[in-house]
């Protein structure tokens, strides 16, 4: 059971009441800074017209109810009896220096003022604790010549360190200024030295116990859940920095909800802010090994404003895509780049803010009491649902600058996983939930959004699959009861959600599961090493190819649902792949693949042997493995295609399928486009067309008298490597070069200019209308082509 209570106050009253100790992760002494010597100036003239006013309507007999009232000042009990503020430090210890500085100015810092004074104190920040205490026993100023700064500053107990303390210097600079000029922004020049008689009416009024001019409410709050101690306060923001992102993001949430919702709203989540919710990022956040919590608070935020911004419609239509402003902004969250959110105003929260609170008080109440470990699936154990700072190798935190700690951000395909989790703990439970419902619903997530491409890349990363699999993800209702819902709409979902697309495909293989698992084929029996279907099904699952997708295991090759060679399958991949990286992985598939499953296969992925490729070909294509994986009878005589890839294997090349590609023949290369050298890489397959071309440049009975051929780089084993071949032909001592094309027709060079391309000779076998067909008709156009060369103007040749 929570309570509040609430008092209008003065300092000197709280003070003789209650120790005041401000814990040690508070913000430094801000107010005292050199920047904020507006701020100093505008509040210490507050304070002295309120006093002022007090003695006007004093010596007029009047006993005045115009105070000065401050804002709330948040404080609750410790164990020892002192009070500790949640909020409100630099206004307390901006008083405390007034009341200080007056009555020593005064003379009245008696001993028994001095005893109340010393009640305020620092924690365990020894210099400011220190400072504050040595100042109320610092002897009164003899030398009339001197200054009381430069009186603490030569007391022996004074450190030269603490002129580069922040608390410590910014209470000088409250109190005397920086003592270069006047500047009218401290107690010193504001309050005065000399009118003794007025500095004493001011502690006179500034001490009562009634009619104090200057007050504020004070508001103890505490739980019996949350322990009262200097431990809570640890658990704050850290304090003595600028102003953060966060503080100033939640400085205008609080005024938002007191100006839109209502002032005791606004009580109520400054007090959440502070405590409860902060306590969740302070345990799961680390933020106890930080002591600071802002960048990880405010990061959860930012995450749930994305997923607003990423499904907000407009007349039916999805209103953002990646070059969206409030997108950009709200996915901005890499602080290794530096790329971090910058609070600038409420606007881009507003349209929200109501919901979002909402939604941050119900997550953060049931997250607490979940191990996060929950969220993680068996192949990731690095997404973190609440955002956590990142520790080296020692466990301690890492920093990224002097100011800013690494934290864990989210990608794309983690951002649907937020919502997916968010959905859940939003959604009310009752007794009719599927026990581990959790573990039920997050491993169908993430078996949803895991697809990755044959480069090792998530598939989703963009807006657009991210809507996608949001939208799968809200096909079910309930998400206590995932199991269920997949296995009773089973027929329904299957006949919606008919697309080929990677998240799709996924989708519909969790229904196949869901029915299995609920409702298990009788005919078909447990895997051998499995207790049941769902032990079976999550155990291949985790298997480093499928990453959550084993329709490789429970489709046939006609790609329909088989259950029962499912243990086989599975005993296979772990002999087939049990070492990652296998070379001769692809080599093994070849022969149990018809041509037109290879041309399919390798024209969208490589012959790259990594598990990233090979995985990849297995989740999407899984009945072209049936055979393979059942370790059926494999074809002895292999055909063209067949064997070319098989040999081209041995060498692991990282080229794909470029189907008709040249005059209809299939190339294997690693060019995407006709760019480039790609014709001196690339390899014809499944054609003999190459062999035909050295078939006629190995006739040596077809050489005419005189003549002699050279052929580059001719490749013994097959299939031979470059589109085109070079050659030459010597002649009365004399080489000409000329290259066969990729295009099957000839052209003549003169070094490295082509003749053909500067009119100086006639191509010939051309693919539109071949001039020979055998080697005596490619040597009559030699050469013509060579007595054309050196008789450039015989127009008869």
């Keep these: 059971m929570s309570k509040s209570n609430k008092q209008l106050i003065s300092f000197w009253n709280l003070i003789k009441r209650h120790k005041i100790v401000i814990p040690i992760i508070q913000r430094d002494y801000a107010q005292g800074r050199e920047s904020e010597g507006a701020l100093r100036k505008r509040f210490l003239n507050r304070l002295k017209k309120a006093l002022d006013e007090a003695i006007t309507f004093s010596n007029e007999g009047e006993r005045t ?31 405390w220096l007034i009341h200080w500085y007056i009555a020593y100015i005064s003379g009245a810092l008696t001993e028994e003022v001095k005893k109340v004074l010393k009640s305020f104190s620092y924690a365990t920040r020894v210099s400011s604790r220190d400072f504050c205490d040595k100042l109320c026993d610092l002897a009164p100023l003899e030398d009339k010549s001197g200054t009381v700064r430069k009186h603490i500053q030569e007391q022996t107990w004074f450190y030269s360190e603490w002129n580069q303390d922040p608390t410590v210097s910014g209470m000088l600079r409250m109190l005397f200024g920086d003592g270069a000029s006047s500047t009218e922004d401290n107690i010193m020049e504001i309050f005065g030295v000399e009118d003794k008689v007025t500095l004493e009416k001011y ?9 104090a001019p200057i007050m504020f409410n004070h508001t103890v709050i505490g739980s019996e859940e949350m322990p009262l101690s200097d431990d809570l306060y640890i658990k704050m923001n850290a304090r003595g920095k600028p102003l953060t992102s966060f503080e100033n993001f939640k400085a205008e949430v609080i005024k938002w909800v007191s ?27 680390l933020g106890n090994k930080v002591h600071n919590v802002d960048e990880v608070f405010y990061s959860f935020i930012n995450r749930l404003y994305c997923q607003y911004v990423i499904m907000q419609r407009r007349d039916g239509n999805y209103v953002a895509d990646e070059k969206n402003e409030d997108y950009k902004y709200f996915s901005a969250d890499d602080p290794k780049s ?10 881009r929260y507003q349209s929200h803010m109501e919901e979002a609170l909402a939604t941050v008080d119900t997550i953060l109440q049931k997250v607490k009491n979940i191990d996060s470990s929950a969220f993680h699936a068996p192949w990731n154990d690095k997404f973190n649902f609440i955002p956590q700072y990142v520790l080296d190798s020692d466990h301690q935190p890492k920093k990224v600058t002097n100011e800013i700690y690494e934290y864990t951000t989210i990608n794309q395909r983690d951002r649907v996983a937020f919502y997916a989790i968010s959905k859940y703990i939003q959604y009310s439970g009752d007794e009719s939930d599927e026990p581990d419902s959790l573990s039920h619903w997050m491993r169908v997530v993430w078996n949803l959004i895991s697809d990755k491409g044959s480069d090792d890349r998530d598939t989703i990363r963009s807006i657009d699959s991210m809507r996608e699999a949001i939208e799968l993800i809200d096909r079910v209702e309930n998400p206590h009861k995932v ?8 027929e329904t979902l299957l006949a919606e959600v008919k697309d080929t697309s990677a998240l799709k495909r996924r989708f519909r293989e969790e229904i196949v599961k869901a029915k299995q698992i609920v409702n298990p084929l009788p005919e078909v029996n447990v895997p051998s090493w499995a207790q049941n279907w769902e032990e079976a099904i999550l155990e291949a699952e985790k298997f480093r190819l499928f990453t959550g997708s084993i329709g490789a295991l429970i489709y046939d090759g006609a790609g329909k649902i088989d259950w029962s060679n499912f243990e086989a399958k599975y005993n296979n991949v772990k002999k087939y792949f049990a070492n990652p990286d296998n070379p001769s992985a692809i080599r093994d598939m070849i022969p149990y693949l018809r041509d037109e499953d290879i041309l399919e296969l390798f024209s969208d992925y490589t012959l790259n042997y990594k598990d990233s490729n090979v995985g990849h070909m297995l989740r999407s294509f899984p009945a072209r493995f049936h055979k393979y994986l059942l370790a ?5 005589l292999l055909t063209r295609l067949q064997s070319d890839i098989e040999t081209l294997c041995a060498t692991n090349p990282n080229y794909w399928i470029n189907k008709n590609w040249v005059n209809g023949h299939h190339v294997l290369s690693n060019y995407s486009k006709r760019s480039g050298a790609y014709y001196l890489s690339s390899y014809f397959i499944g054609t003999d067309c190459i062999d035909t071309r050295y078939d006629i440049l190995s006739d040596s009975d077809a050489i005419p008298d005189g003549y002699e051929l050279i052929v580059k780089n001719k490749q013994v084993t097959k299939p031979y490597k470059g589109l085109q071949t070079e050659f030459y032909c010597r002649y009365k ?9 990729a295009y099957d027709w000839i052209d003549m060079y003169d070094g490295d200019a082509n003749l053909w391309e500067r009119g100086l000779h006639t191509r010939f076998n051309g693919d539109k209308e071949p001039h020979f067909h055998d080697a005596i008709t490619f040597w009559k156009e030699i050469v013509r082509c060579i007595r054309k060369f050196d008789n450039p103007t015989d127009d008869s040749i």
């Design 65 to 95: 109810t115009h105070r000065l009232i401050l804002d709330f000042v948040y404080g609750t009990p410790t164990a020892s009896g002192a009070v500790a503020p949640l909020d409100g430090q630099q206004r307390l210890t901006t008083l």
């Design 203 to 211: 502690w006179e009024l500034l001490t009562t116990t009634t009619y």
């Design 259 to 285: 100006e839109h919702i209502s002032k005791e709203k606004s009580i109520i989540f400054a007090s959440k802010f502070d405590n409860e919710w902060t306590d969740i990022f302070w345990k799961k956040g």
């Design 338 to 347: 530096g790329n971090l959110i910058t609070f600038e105003s409420l606007d």
């Design 483 to 490: 199991y269920y819902e997949l296995n009773e709409r089973s």
């Design 632 to 636: 059926e009878q494999k074809s002895t």
């Design 733 to 741: 001592e004399k080489k000409y070069k000329f290259i066969w094309t």
